[in-house]
């Protein structure tokens, strides 16, 4: 059997799907509702560019997610095992979904009708554009020909690198979602002030408060050179990417703001955009942004 394998991913990953489609990555998709009972597929049956409008333009709607089902992991994995092809799947943290059980249980199963098949399941222990970034590694470890077990073992290495340093228009849906404390929520509606969020290793870290969301962009930009400066190498080492909701103009106002810094301080020449889904837009509301780190596997 050739030690080539296949990257799954769930639709946390938050790759367009040109990219996806470019480097044969599937992507098992959340779905997403308005209403709690009528749920849709992300990409698939509902765009995140309307998502995110209904959002922008309709006070008091907070939308839900819901997990990928074991049927869609077993869906995704079957055709892949039929071809007696390894399988790296890659999942959003267990601490914000259970999208890894999910897949998990999958696996089991198959395993019962396909013993030989071989399918990893990996937790991310990050989420969006980041994981995005981490599944891109894996395809860079495949093109550089790795073989499964390598890549499998380079992936579980690099994953404590990875960092999300972000912002929100304002406190109002992760206090909806629980992501925050009450009290934060309050102090935030009255103050109108913006929090700024690190994501690693799966867990939630305050980073600041900005009273503007110009000052809340420059102090993400700050996390992330502090981050590099404390890394000791070259920033040419790290995959770094824009993650952004509603607004594209503001994205692209923004990458530019954040590359004029890394291009000066560390010579990076290019910052790559990727838009925030719905899994993990229905937690920060329309206006998220900010920046995804991690440390290159080749």
Not at 114 to 119: E, F, N, S
Not at 181 to 205: C, D, H, N, Q, Y
Not at 277 to 295: K, N, R, S, W
Request: hydrophobic share 40%; with cysteine.
């Amino acid at each position: 059997m050739s030690d080539t394998f296949h990257i799954i991913s769930d639709g946390s990953c938050d790759l367009p799907p040109r990219l996806t489609e470019e480097k044969n990555i599937t992507v098992v998709p959340f779905y997403v509702s308005f209403d709690g009972e009528h749920y849709q597929k992300e990409i698939v049956e509902i765009d995140i560019r309307d998502f995110y409008r209904r959002m922008a333009t309709q006070t008091g709607v907070y939308p839900r997610s819901s997990m990928p089902s074991v049927q869609d992991y077993i869906d995704a994995f079957l055709p892949v095992v039929e071809q007696k092809i390894p399988i790296i799947c890659i999942c959003i943290t267990t601490k914000f979904s259970g999208s890894m059980q999910s897949a998990l249980n999958a696996r089991n199963m198959i395993l019962d009708d396909y013993p030989h098949a071989r399918i990893t399941v990996i937790d991310a222990t990050v989420n969006t554009v980041l994981q995005g970034l981490y599944v891109l590694e894996a395809v860079r470890l495949k093109e550089s020909g790795a073989d499964y077990e390598q890549a499998v073992r380079r992936l579980e290495e690099i994953r404590s690198s990875g960092r999300i340093f972000f912002t929100v228009g304002d406190m109002e849906y992760l206090q909806h979602g629980g992501r925050i404390g009450k009290v934060a929520g309050i102090a935030g509606s009255v103050l109108k002030i913006r929090p700024i969020i690190t994501l690693k290793e799966g867990e939630i870290f305050p980073s600041g408060i900005a009273r503007s969301r110009n000052k809340s962009m420059e102090k993400t930009i700050s996390l992330i050179t502090e981050y590099l400066d404390q890394q000791k190498e070259p920033a040419d080492r790290f995959s770094i990417a824009v993650g952004f909701g509603y607004d594209y103009e503001e994205a692209l106002s923004y990458r530019d703001m954040v590359l004029n810094v890394l291009r000066e301080k560390y010579g990076v020449q290019e910052l790559p955009i990727y838009q925030i889904g719905a899994t993990i837009g229905v937690h920060t509301g329309p206006y998220p942004l900010g920046l995804g780190i991690i440390h290159r596997a080749v």
